[in-house]
């Protein structure tokens, strides 16, 4: 039993999906950074191409006053 669940977790360490955080700065609230998020779960991405797509496009898309920073 626990030679399954290592297995399961040494998988899991293998398959390294990317991630985009957003930085927020400025206005009311500050300074503020978290993971980009689809209905309430992080979304994560198989190629680092695919990841840097979504990213260009929403850092062309968010406007306003504060500094937006989407990598």
């Known amino acids: 039993m626990r030679r399954m669940r290592d297995a399961q977790r040494n998988g899991q360490r293998e398959r390294r999906m990317i991630r985009i955080r957003a930085s927020v700065s ?29 990213a260009a496009e929403l850092t062309a898309t968010m406007k306003g006053p504060a500094g937006v920073t989407i990598r």
């Not at 198989?46 to 990841?51: K, V």
């Open 26 to 54: 400025g206005g009311v609230t500050g300074s503020r950074q978290s993971w980009l998020k689809s209905n309430g779960e992080i979304r994560e991405f198989e190629s680092l191409t695919e990841a840097k797509q979504v």
